[in-house]
């Protein structure tokens, strides 16, 4: 089968970890600055916290921007469970904006309309990797006093407008897990300018416990174990160095496919917007039948692709459904969720099996939906582009 995402190891990255297995430090070691130190270079901020996953991320971004039981705040629905599950965590409430018809990503121009008394946050998500719109968020954030946080788990290597995702707003969260734009096995990390936010996360992420001046445990918040170990550390410092090469041939990816299929009347491809760099995370298409959708994923299984959904909408979840999203229907998400695919998109994806997974789309079409056909049945695009 070809994996929709997979990780990138070589023998540098094996080299990087072993040396650390008969050090002194197995957990939380001098790695770990080291790592924290490059990947806060890299994003073109102060600080970074490297923790045990993306979710632990967000959860110590929440908690260290205050977020309190009868908060509101603002996000997509087409997400990760964990970017409002940790919401959930801190009691903070989910309120879910609908998504842009051309990037998937919130839809900057309807989050106004949203915002209460409650409102203390908007977090977006960069989804596939492909940057949300930043400064007209941060324009919003701060005319009504709100906090931005980054749920950047797609789009660690990303640009918007020629700045990297990360130093963009108070607190970008990145995860490490093997599909994600460079791995640590599991891990993420939180980058940020903010020194207050840093020291507390720093705190949380290991029991809320510091050492005082006489070499006492004290302990001031409720902290958690969200250490990541001084073995994952080596091997993020390995894969950082290689982030560039990722990216790049993320992009090669995505261009070989526009190449095979940008003629394809049945499908809309995605698109990194003008000005815009984005990471690849994900390379999502949609039919324009809703019922072409499931019948071009069983196809592309049975031939060995595993395509796979990203993202059905957070609030059509059995659990979300069950806490009151029960009546949510946002108009574009509902569109998007029923017609999105994930092709596969990883570095290690090679020009042949592009041109393969290509060749099986057509193929699929040809025979069971052919564009004159769906011409006559007056088919038109169910998204209206925007830019
Ligand atoms: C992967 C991911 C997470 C969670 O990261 P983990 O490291 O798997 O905990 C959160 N949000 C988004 C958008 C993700 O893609």
Redesign the pocket.
């Known amino acids: 089968m070809i994996p929709y995402g997979h990780q990138s190891i070589d023998q540098k990255d094996i080299a990087a970890v072993k040396p650390v297995l008969s050090s002194d430090w197995l957990t939380q070691g001098p790695k770990i600055g080291e790592f924290e130190k490059n990947l806060a270079r890299w994003c073109g901020a102060k600080y970074a916290v490297a923790v ?7 959860h110590l971004a929440y908690l260290a921007a205050g977020l309190k039981p009868g908060d509101e705040v603002i996000t997509t629905p087409n ?5 409002t599950n ?1 919401l959930l965590a801190v009691g903070a409430k989910p309120v879910f904006c609908d998504i842009r018809p051309d990037t998937y990503n919130i839809d900057e121009t309807k989050i106004e309309k949203l915002i209460t008394k409650k409102t203390k946050a908007i977090v977006p ?3 596939a990797g492909q940057p949300c719109a930043m400064t007209e968020i941060n324009r919003i954030a701060k005319k009504h006093k709100l906090l931005v946080i980054e ?4 789009a660690l290597g990303a640009k918007h407008k020629n700045k990297k995702v990360g130093s963009l707003s108070a607190m970008t ?5 093997p ?2 734009s460079i791995t640590t096995g ?3 990390a939180i980058v940020t300018n903010n020194k207050n936010y840093y020291q507390k996360m720093i705190l949380l992420r290991s029991h809320g416990l510091y050492k005082d001046q006489q070499g006492r445990n004290v302990m001031t918040e409720l902290g958690y174990n969200y250490r990541l170990t001084d073995i994952q550390a080596a091997l993020g410092l390995s894969q950082l160095k290689k982030l560039n090469q990722f990216l790049v041939k993320r992009h090669r990816v995505a261009e070989w496919y526009k190449k095979a299929l940008g003629d394809l009347g049945q499908i809309i491809l995605p698109r990194q917007l003008f000005g815009d760099y984005s990471s690849w ?1 994900l390379y999502v298409i949609l039919t324009k039948q809703p019922a072409w959708r499931d019948k071009l994923k069983k196809y592309l299984w049975q031939k060995g692709v595993a395509v796979n959904f ?2 059905p909408a957070v609030y059509s979840q059995p659990y979300y459904q069950k806490i009151g999203f029960k009546n949510l229907k946002l108009k574009n998400t509902e569109r998007y969720q029923n017609s999105c695919l994930t092709l596969p998109c990883y570095p290690g994806l090679t020009k042949n099996q592009v041109q393969f997974i290509a060749k099986l789309i057509k193929d699929f079409f040809q025979s069971y939906a052919p564009l004159e056909v769906s011409r006559r049945k007056n088919i038109i695009n169910i998204f209206s582009s925007r830019s």
Not at 52 to 58: R, V, W
Request: glycine share 10%; with cysteine; net charge negative.
């Open positions: 045990s996953s993306g979710t632990a991320a967000l997400t990760f469970v964990a970017t940790m998500v960069h989804f749920d950047a788990c797609h969260v990145f995860s490490f897990h599909v994600k599991e891990g993420g995370h990203h993202y």
